[in-house]
């Protein structure tokens, strides 16, 4: 939960320095809306957003303004995950986060939403500005933060043993999927593969095989060498040739 809550802390800060340009914001929409000849229809949802950053936007700055705009949507969107996972949550709690989780998709329609007292968003637009064209994009992400504040405040209420039985329960499991990687790595090997055994085999009886055979090539060579044990058998006791007499 404080990891939660550090989450949102960080992105409620970046938000207070987008609020601050919120002018600067509202020319950027209104640059790439014009460049892609679009000026009719508002500017509904955080898909439209990201097709103006990526397609008609000209310079830097309506770029940055653009691009902090879907990061923060972004970084909401990633908060959800988070508290998604913290807990299974109750029929209240589930039924904010499935809202937060709508409203910060990329296709959701945001031309109707609008941030209410205390925010003042809506407020710095001209009146057709806030009607027609950009009263929902810029009350998305007060909303949004509006919404995850009160699923913590609702968590924050549930009985301690139901978050701890959580969070013992992901120990749990993250030390026994621990404890089956070391009983993997200390396992003992098994005996060789039996084509390993079969290889080594075949080259032992080939070694054998081979001395055998250069055995018997070496009697064969010692008995055929001189010629004496062949002549002998042939022609009698060998002697060696006299003088030829003339």
């Not at 998305?140 to 933060?145: E, F, G, N, S, Y």
Request: net charge positive; hydrophobic share 30%.
């Amino acid at each position: 939960m404080n990891e939660v809550k550090e989450c949102l802390r960080n992105i409620e800060q970046t938000y207070k320095v987008f609020q601050q340009q919120q002018f600067t914001f509202i020319a950027a929409l209104d640059h790439t809306r014009e460049e892609a000849h679009d000026k009719i229809r508002p500017v509904a949802s955080i898909g439209q957003v990201q097709a103006y950053m990526d397609h008609h936007c000209n310079n830097t700055t309506d770029r940055r303004i653009l691009l902090m705009f879907l990061n923060i949507c972004s970084d909401l969107n990633k908060l959800c995950q988070k508290l998604e996972a913290l807990h299974p949550g109750t029929s209240v709690t589930n039924n904010i986060l499935e809202k937060c989780k709508l409203l910060v998709s990329p296709s959701n329609d945001l031309s109707t939403i609008r941030a209410k007292y205390p925010h003042d968003v809506v407020n710095h637009l001209s009146c057709d500005e806030a009607k027609n064209h950009y009263g929902g994009v810029v009350s998305l992400i007060p909303i949004v933060l509006d919404c995850m504040k009160s699923w913590v405040a609702h968590s924050e209420k549930l009985p301690r043993n139901f978050l701890q039985n959580v969070s013992d329960g992901s120990a749990d499991s993250q030390k026994r999927t621990q404890q089956d990687v070391s009983a993997k790595a200390s396992a003992p090997l098994g005996p060789r593969p039996a084509i390993l055994t079969t290889a080594s085999q075949t080259l032992v009886s080939y070694k054998d095989y081979s001395r055998e055979q250069n055995s018997k090539h070496g009697e064969k060579k010692h008995l055929n060498g001189t010629g004496s044990t062949t002549w002998k058998y042939l022609n009698g006791p060998w002697k060696p040739p006299g003088k030829h007499s003339f």
